[in-house]
C-alpha cells in the first residue's frame, strides 16, 4: 500500500470520527448544563488532590477536580513509587500518549529490523507498518468516542438505590414524593461510614440541604450576587465563567424541582481556622437548557433526572457553611 494513500486515509478516518466526536461532546456538555456543568471544581484544602471516603450514597470514586486553584502540595500516598515509575525514560513514562509513543517507537525499530534482516533495507518494512498505525489510531478514536458516550450515560443514570436513608428502616416503595426533610428526623442524611474528626451536628445538615437548594436556584436565576453568600470566591468564579459561556451560546439553564433523596457524610476535617465537610447527596432536579430569546428547548426535559455528587463546604470559624467544591462521582 502506498504511504501517501495510507496517509490520506488516516485523515479521512480522523474526520469522520471527529465529525461525531464533536456533537456527541456538545451534547454532553448541554445535558449536563447544571449548576458546576457536570464536572468535578473548587478546592477541599489539603485533600483537593485526595479523593473524600466513598459512602452508601456514593459508592463509586469522586472524580479529580478539572479545575482547582490549590496547588499540589505533599504527594499522597503511593506519589514516591509514581514518580519512581516516571522517571524510567520517556517511552515508560504511565499514560495514553506514553504507552502510544513506546508503541509507535518499538513498532518502527522492529520493521526496520525486520527489513534488514530480510535484505530490503532498513526502513523497507515501513509501508505495510503504517497501514497498522492507520488501523490504530482508527481503533483509539472509536475508544474515546465509546468512553465519552458511556461516562455520560453513566452520570444520567445513576441507579437510584433501595432506600432514601442511609441509616434506620426504609418504608417500602417510597418514591421522591415521599421525602421527609431533615427536619423531621433524619431526612435524606446518614451518618457515614466513620466517626469523623470534626463532629457534624444536625443543624449544619440542614445547612447542606438548604445550599443544595439554594445554590441551585440562584444559579438558574443567573443571580451572581446571591451566589457570593453561598459559595466560594473560586467556586463564584467558575460558575460566572459558565454562565457567560451560556450567553455566548444564547442560552440559559434553568434548574427547579431540587429535592434531596439521600446523602450522608464522607468526611469532615479541620485546618487552621476553617472546617471542612465532604458530603455525598443524590438529588432529582428537572434540568432544562433553552435558547435565550425563543424559549426553544435545547436540551433536558420536564422529567426529573436523578444526579449524584460530592459537595466540599468550608466554614471559617465564626461564618456560615459556603460551597466549596462539587465532584461527580463515577
Do not use: C
Amino acid at each position: 500500500m502506498n504511504f501517501t494513500q495510507t496517509a490520506r486515509g488516516i485523515i479521512r478516518t480522523i474526520a469522520i470520527v471527529m465529525s461525531v466526536a464533536v456533537p456527541l461532546a456538545i451534547t454532553i456538555s448541554a445535558a449536563d448544563a447544571r449548576v458546576g456543568g457536570g464536572g468535578s471544581s473548587g478546592s477541599r484544602g489539603s485533600k483537593t488532590y485526595s479523593a473524600p471516603p466513598s459512602t452508601s450514597t456514593a459508592p463509586g470514586a469522586a472524580q479529580p477536580m478539572n479545575r482547582t486553584f490549590t496547588q499540589p502540595g505533599t504527594p499522597a500516598v503511593g506519589a514516591p513509587a509514581a514518580g519512581a515509575a516516571a522517571k524510567g525514560g520517556f517511552f515508560n513514562r504511565p499514560g495514553m500518549m506514553g504507552g502510544m509513543l513506546g508503541g509507535l517507537a518499538m513498532g518502527f525499530l522492529g520493521a526496520g529490523l525486520f527489513g534488514m534482516l530480510t535484505g530490503g533495507g532498513l526502513f523497507s518494512g515501513l509501508g505495510g507498518l503504517s497501514s497498522i498505525i492507520g488501523l490504530l489510531l482508527q481503533i483509539a478514536l472509536i475508544v474515546i468516542v465509546v468512553r465519552l458516550a458511556m461516562s455520560w450515560w453513566q452520570r444520567r443514570h445513576t441507579p437510584a438505590s433501595a432506600s432514601a436513608y442511609a441509616t434506620g428502616p426504609a418504608p417500602a416503595a417510597e418514591g421522591p414524593g415521599a421525602q421527609t426533610s431533615f427536619r423531621s428526623g433524619l431526612g435524606g442524611f446518614g451518618l457515614g461510614s466513620s466517626q469523623p474528626p470534626l463532629e457534624i451536628q444536625p443543624a449544619d445538615y440542614e445547612a447542606f440541604e438548604r445550599l443544595l437548594g439554594e445554590v441551585q436556584a440562584a444559579w438558574s436565576n443567573e443571580d451572581v450576587a446571591k451566589l457570593h453568600t453561598l459559595a466560594t470566591p473560586e467556586m463564584v468564579s467558575y460558575f460566572s465563567k459558565d454562565l457567560e459561556e451560556n450567553k455566548a451560546r444564547n442560552d440559559i439553564n434553568k434548574v427547579s424541582d431540587v429535592k434531596l433523596l439521600q446523602g450522608d457524610l464522607a468526611e469532615a476535617w479541620r485546618e487552621g481556622e476553617t472546617d471542612y465537610a465532604s458530603v455525598a447527596m443524590r438529588f432529582s432536579l428537572v434540568d432544562k437548557t433553552m435558547e435565550r430569546t425563543t424559549g426553544r428547548l435545547v436540551a433536558g426535559s420536564e422529567t426529573p433526572v436523578e444526579v449524584t455528587e460530592v459537595w466540599t463546604f468550608a466554614r471559617r470559624r465564626g461564618s456560615d457553611w459556603e460551597l466549596s467544591a462539587i465532584q461527580q462521582t463515577s
